[in-house]
């Protein structure tokens, strides 16, 4: 991880394994740390390209990823320091992570952006619909560090929640059309009726393999519009696919409704990295891998679903910033400089 450290951050990480030994030791023995952190706990983002190069210049893991090795530690200490670790690797890989190294890839971990909201009720552009946190447009921009979106979900969480108790206490009551209910209900079971398809597991499988090669940590025009071919095949598969058993303890049921939500999410995902033509934040363009400020940096990508299915990609820009915002910017600004 030595070379790959971004220029930003050449102040904040140890540039040797002497200085890193020496700030594992600070923290283990509870210590405040004097010395600058291993540059392995830099940000998500930065290791996980870091992954994926060595993986390109054929240094990878068995599965493709990299070894995390912690096991010349003392046994106690991990434990200790990394009790939900341990437990995870050893109930769920059995792995014990104080005798073996763990092997660790990067992976899908959250989406910048989400349906649109308004700022000061969390309600969507749907009425009665209130929505916070990964699922709704916030505050990330283009990369979320670390723990951020636990204070997004408790600030925004407790905004939507109290204005859908406010909405509530004055919506009157909607009577449902029992056609709509039966339309439904005629949607959700009818994969159950499905015979001789594809099992949903399997396209659901296909379709996280296809997602991670080809939208996933470093992107290219090229394999994001084959992406966006294999999402069309995808799609027509898991229409044709047969869960099996019946309604009850029924998995292969449940992937065979949520299928299409996560063809609809990926299709979201590779149509607007695909027309970002620049690098910014977790999404990387390895033919486009300057930050354009000019233009994408003013600009949201807004994608909307036509009444034909199809979804179009349309593009706005910043609101201005109100000027009580912009002052506390330009406070923060001059405090920085200072």
Not at 4 to 10: D, S
Not at 169 to 179: G, H, R, T
Not at 194 to 223: C, F, H, S, Y
Not at 264 to 290: I, N, Q
């Amino acid at each position: 991880m030595f070379d790959y450290i971004p220029e930003m951050y050449k102040d904040e990480f140890a540039d040797s394994i002497d200085e890193s030994e020496a700030w594992v030791k600070e923290v283990v023995s509870g210590k405040l740390a004097t010395h600058r952190r291993p540059p392995e706990l830099l940000t998500r983002d930065v290791v996980a390209k870091a992954i994926n190069s060595e993986r390109d210049a054929g240094r990878a893991s068995e599965h493709g990823g990299a070894y995390l090795d912690i096991s010349w530690r003392n046994p106690e200490q991990v434990k200790k320091k990394l009790p939900g670790m341990y437990h995870q690797f050893k109930e769920l890989a059995a792995v014990d992570i104080t005798k073996e190294r763990m092997e660790v890839g990067p992976t899908a971990h959250y989406v910048m952006g989400g349906v649109k909201v308004d700022p000061y009720s969390q309600e969507t552009s749907v009425s009665g619909l209130f929505a916070a946190g990964e699922a709704a447009t916030g505050l990330h921009g283009a990369n979320r560090l670390g723990g951020n979106s636990l204070s997004d979900l408790i600030v925004f969480g407790k905004i939507a929640g109290e204005k859908a108790s406010e909405y509530a206490k004055n919506v009157e009551y909607v009577e449902i059309n029992q056609s709509e209910v039966d339309e439904v209900l005629a949607e959700t079971l009818e994969p159950l009726s499905r015979k001789g398809g594809e099992n949903p597991a399997k396209i659901v499988n296909d379709l996280r393999v296809m997602m991670q090669e080809k939208a996933g940590i470093i992107r290219t025009g090229e394999l994001l519009k084959e992406a966006l071919e294999d999402l069309d095949q995808l799609e027509n598969r898991a229409k044709l696919s047969s869960p099996g058993g019946g309604m009850k303890y029924n998995p292969g049921w449940h992937q065979a409704l949520e299928i299409g939500a996560m063809i609809d999410v990926s299709r979201m995902c590779a149509l607007a990295a695909l027309k970002r033509e620049e690098s910014r934040g977790a999404h990387t363009r390895d033919d486009f891998p300057e930050t354009d400020n000019d233009h994408w940096g003013k600009i949201n990508s807004v994608i909307k679903l036509s009444k034909d299915g199809s979804m179009k990609i349309e593009f706005t820009s910043y609101p201005k910033i109100p000027n009580e915002l912009r002052k506390l910017l330009d406070a923060e600004d001059l405090m920085e400089e200072e």
